[in-house]
Every structure is written in structure tokens, then in C-alpha cells.
């Protein structure tokens, strides 16, 4: 299976944890009504109930798949502070097949371990970088333009080419 980039060779991908490998809003609302957001005891919490209320965001299964078949090395990079760190990383190992120790907790700025990591690719709901960050990964894929597929038959646009039906396609 050709990764869609133009090589049949493995490379290393990243992915954010909320908002794209986890709906975690539910798990967030939940940890809200007990602790004040942001201390040690909310992300306690929340690090530790994502099995119980967190969903896994289907498409992005698809890919994590496809990544994983690929030969691809797969890696979590979250803004989570590492505050009771096993629970995700073992739900992400169950549901993702994502080793525990290429899931990363990084409050300050994903960009030093993007980088340090050597990511061809990256997925998120935010876009991580300028033009003075200066990453060396070659790809950048939104999800949030993932709402939708478009229509093919206008021709190529930027959501087609992020679609992840047409980026496993191509």
C-alpha cells in the first residue's frame, strides 16, 4: 500500500490526542465538575478516564490503521501535562495499537518533540507551526477540514487533497 505521499517507504507520523485520535470533551466536562481546570488533581483525571469517556474518533482510527499496514512508525504527541500518564497511554496502546512509549505529554510546545522525532507527517485540529518554527516535517494534515468529503468531480482542492479517503487513494 502506497502511503498516498508519493513512496512506498515507512516514515513517522504523529497524531494529537484531543480533538483527533479522542473526542475527549466528554471525558474534559466530566473531570470539570469535580476539580478546578488545570490542577494536578483535574488532569489526574482526565489523563486517567479517557477509556471511560473519551470516544474514539473513527475516520482517525482509519488512518492510524493504514499508517500501522503501512509498516509506519505511529507516535501520540499530546498538550496534556504528564500527570497520571499510564491510563492514556494504555488506552491508546488497547485502542490504537500505539506503543506506550511513543506517546508523548507536552505542555509547553509539541515543536521540540516534532522535531526531535523526525515526523514526515503530522495530524491535528490546530495548526503547530510558522514560518519562524522552522519543523522539517513534509506534511501537515488539519482534521477539522475532515468534516466533510468533497465533491471530487470539481476537481482537486486543498479538503480533497487533506481528505483521508483520498489521501489513502491517491
Given at each position: 500500500c502506497q502511503s498516498g505521499l508519493g513512496s512506498s517507504e515507512p516514515i513517522k507520523v504523529g497524531f494529537d490526542v484531543d480533538d483527533t485520535l479522542l473526542?475527549?470533551?466528554?471525558?474534559?466536562d466530566v473531570a470539570k465538575g469535580?476539580?478546578?481546570?488545570?490542577?494536578?488533581?483535574?488532569?489526574?483525571?482526565v489523563n486517567g478516564k479517557d477509556r471511560f469517556f473519551?470516544?474514539?474518533?473513527?475516520?482517525?482510527?482509519?488512518?492510524v490503521t493504514r499508517h500501522r499496514e503501512h509498516g509506519d512508525q505511529v507516535y501520540a504527541i499530546t498538550a496534556r501535562p504528564e500527570i497520571n500518564p499510564d491510563p492514556l497511554r494504555e488506552f491508546l496502546a488497547e485502542t490504537y495499537q500505539i506503543p506506550r512509549d511513543h506517546v508523548f505529554f507536552e505542555p509547553d510546545?509539541?515543536?521540540?518533540?516534532?522535531?526531535?522525532?523526525g515526523l514526515t507527517l503530522y495530524y491535528g485540529d490546530q495548526v503547530l507551526f510558522s514560518?519562524?518554527?522552522?519543523?522539517?516535517?513534509?506534511?501537515?494534515?488539519?482534521?477539522?477540514?475532515?468534516?466533510?468529503?468533497?465533491?471530487?468531480?470539481?476537481?482537486?482542492?486543498?479538503?480533497?487533497?487533506?481528505?483521508?479517503?483520498?489521501?489513502?487513494?491517491?
Amino acid at each position: 500500500c502506497q502511503s498516498g505521499l508519493g513512496s512506498s517507504e515507512p516514515i513517522k507520523v504523529g497524531f494529537d490526542v484531543d480533538d483527533t485520535l479522542l473526542f475527549s470533551t466528554p471525558n474534559f466536562d466530566v473531570a470539570k465538575g469535580k476539580h478546578s481546570f488545570g490542577t494536578n488533581e483535574f488532569w489526574a483525571e482526565v489523563n486517567g478516564k479517557d477509556r471511560f469517556f473519551s470516544v474514539i474518533k473513527k475516520k482517525t482510527y482509519e488512518i492510524v490503521t493504514r499508517h500501522r499496514e503501512h509498516g509506519d512508525q505511529v507516535y501520540a504527541i499530546t498538550a496534556r501535562p504528564e500527570i497520571n500518564p499510564d491510563p492514556l497511554r494504555e488506552f491508546l496502546a488497547e485502542t490504537y495499537q500505539i506503543p506506550r512509549d511513543h506517546v508523548f505529554f507536552e505542555p509547553d510546545s509539541k515543536t521540540p518533540r516534532i522535531r526531535a522525532l523526525g515526523l514526515t507527517l503530522y495530524y491535528g485540529d490546530q495548526v503547530l507551526f510558522s514560518r519562524t518554527s522552522n519543523i522539517n516535517f513534509q506534511y501537515h494534515f488539519n482534521v477539522r477540514k475532515w468534516r466533510t468529503q468533497p465533491d471530487e468531480s470539481l476537481g482537486p482542492t486543498t479538503s480533497s487533497i487533506l481528505n483521508p479517503y483520498v489521501f489513502w487513494h491517491a
